[in-house]
């Protein structure tokens, strides 16, 4: 294949690989990055319904065994009264219930910021996670179906108690009683713990009327399938449900596929969990082992969606009392916590595919930030260790590149001097090859088998909610934001350029050319990506320059750079 076909070819690549970009956007929910009319034809998002959280259950919930009644319809019995929201704290928590059900309609992280720093507003707000106003809909609701039960649409009183954790005191309850329905009462006991993102919340379910019931508690996650503010056109992170189970494990499941139902996932079950997931946050319900459930996905309404559990209470007597211990999670994705709480938890910090790697990667990350103190020298310390760990694996690839360098001049009088006759041309390189030991390839495997690691590496630091709000130093005030002032995207932009200008570059022209704008066009997405993940990328462009260098030196290769202008002017490349 002559230089002119290859060029050809990677035109067409390089064309065909915007076009897929801007459809995955469009497929997505976003704007196309490089032709924004394509995007006529893309259906607009579905906003958010505003409703109550009383609206929100109005759709049947799945049976789990039996009839189930609908939820949402107003149970026989059960008073009239208008809604009461009351508010709780704990050191960690603001947690908002509304005496309709007892349902949590608000939760704020008080050591959270709802703001990056690197914003000029609301950063002295906490981060509200769970919501519930006229564009979001996010709440936890609880109750019983199977017959004419209390719901989480039926009116309970609120115990009196404390509305925030003391000083000394290290727990904190909420309780709230329904009115009885179809002679059947509830009472929900939320106790919040000092220093804890997890809820215990006790069902006591009472059978005051003279027949026996069966009752199945219901537990479930209410949320809009809207995307996250801050998700950028170039990275997106999951946002929907997720199912944990020891036979499965983690599941996540797509809000377009309960659409269609198409959701996969563990149905029947006694272990795990069932929560919403979005980046660096997450909420979930956990019933004990051994509780026999049956988990759901389903769509309420128009943009909303409930993920949740039914469990099948035994057979209550007249008179008989029942009690079911769960417990609600709303809180960061701090893998350490998570994992204290139950097992599996953690996996709702989703590292992909890439689990294996990044969790090790994860803890050595968090092992160096307990010596230095800093999440940004951190992960410079981190990419460090890794290169050094690679260091002779990468040797061996810089030596086979430096080779290469070095009879690129011999390889390109010999490709002008045989232009006309390929086949002789392929004949006398590959007898280059093997007189000089080069193998053209043997700069690429052992950077194949790195590449996983710094995958992983990059999924570590775009999913740890540790890099947001963290400093590194100067103007750079949040790890988790771009850099406001792009110094460090120019840099990496820069650190690329000089990285390629120490790879031999092609002999055809046109490929020579587009070695150099791939950097550039590489370096405008990182104008939108946090700041971390642009120093993690510095810090490793600076030590493959090093010991490229090094290796080249030692190898007698002279370090020529071929400025891109010069390529454009058409001057010859510096060889």
Not at 127 to 140: E, G, I, M, N, W
Request: charged letters at 15%; glycine letters at 6%.
């Amino acid at each position: 294949m002559n230089d002119i076909r290859r060029s050809i070819l990677w035109v067409v690549f390089g064309l065909s690989m915007v076009l897929i970009w801007d459809k995955w956007q469009i497929h997505n929910g976003h704007q196309p990055t490089f032709f924004p009319g394509s995007a006529a034809t893309a259906p607009a998002p579905v906003p958010a319904t505003a409703t109550t959280p009383a609206t929100a259950g109005d759709a049947s919930l799945p049976s789990a065994t039996g009839s189930v009644a609908a939820v949402g319809e107003s149970p026989a019995g059960a008073p009239a009264a208008a809604a009461v929201r009351h508010a709780v704290s704990t050191d960690v928590l603001r947690v908002v219930f509304n005496s309709e059900g007892g349902s949590v309609i608000e939760a704020q992280l008080t050591q959270h910021a709802e703001a990056t720093l690197t914003s000029k507003d609301q950063d002295d707000q906490p981060f509200t996670l769970l919501v519930q106003d006229a564009s979001r809909t996010y709440v936890a609701q609880t109750g019983l179906i199977g017959g004419s039960f209390p719901t989480h649409k039926t009116p309970m009183t609120l115990v009196p108690g404390a509305t925030t954790l003391a000083d000394g005191q290290n727990e904190l309850q909420v309780r709230f009683e329904s009115a009885e329905v179809g002679g059947v009462k509830l009472v929900k006991t939320y106790t919040l713990t000092r220093g804890r993102y997890d809820i215990a919340v006790q069902h006591e379910v009472l059978n005051n009327s003279e027949q026996p019931v069966t009752p199945q508690l219901y537990l479930q996650l209410v949320r809009d399938g809207n995307k996250l503010s801050s998700e950028t056109p170039f990275y997106s992170t999951f946002t929907g449900p997720a199912v944990y189970t020891e036979a499965q494990k983690y599941q996540k499941v797509e809000f377009e596929d309960i659409e269609k139902n198409k959701a996969d996932f563990v149905r029947s079950t006694s272990d795990g969990y069932v929560a919403m997931v979005q980046h660096y946050f997450a909420s979930a319900w956990l019933l004990g082992d051994g509780v026999a459930r049956e988990n759901f996905a389903r769509k309420i309404d128009s943009n909303l969606y409930a993920v949740g559990s039914i469990t099948t209470l035994p057979t209550l007597a007249p008179g008989q009392v029942q009690r079911v211990d769960a417990r609600l999670f709303v809180g960061p994705q701090e893998e350490k916590v998570l994992e204290t709480i139950a097992p599996g938890l953690e996996l709702v910090k989703d590292y992909g595919w890439l689990t294996i790697l990044a969790k090790p990667l994860y803890w050595l990350l968090e092992k160096i930030h307990g010596f230095v103190q800093n999440w940004g020298w951190a992960i410079v310390l981190l990419v460090v260790l890794i290169k050094a760990a690679f260091y002779w694996l990468n040797a061996s690839a810089y030596r086979s590149m430096a080779k290469m360098k070095a009879i690129n001049p011999r390889i390109m009088e010999m490709r002008e001097r045989l232009k006309g006759n390929p086949q002789q041309m392929q004949q006398e390189m590959m007898k280059m090859y093997r007189e000089e030991k080069v193998n053209p390839l043997g700069g690429c495997f052992p950077i194949l088998i790195q590449i996983p690691v710094f995958i992983a590496l990059y999924w570590v630091l775009l999913s740890s909610v540790e890099m947001r709000n963290a400093p590194w130093l100067g103007w750079i005030t949040d790890l988790s934001s771009p850099d406001p002032y792009f110094i460090l995207t120019v840099v990496m932009a820069v650190s690329t350029m000089i990285q390629s200008a120490l790879i031999s570059l092609p002999p055809d022209p046109l490929q020579a050319k587009l070695r150099w704008m791939m950097p550039l066009m590489f370096s405008v997405m990182f104008f939108f990506f946090p700041s971390g993940l642009v120093l993690y990328w510095i810090t490793n462009n600076v030590l493959t320059i090093a010991q490229q260098s090094y290796i080249n030196n030692r190898m007698g290769v002279p370090l020529k750079f071929t400025m891109p202008f010069d390529l454009f002017k058409g001057k010859p490349a510096a060889k």
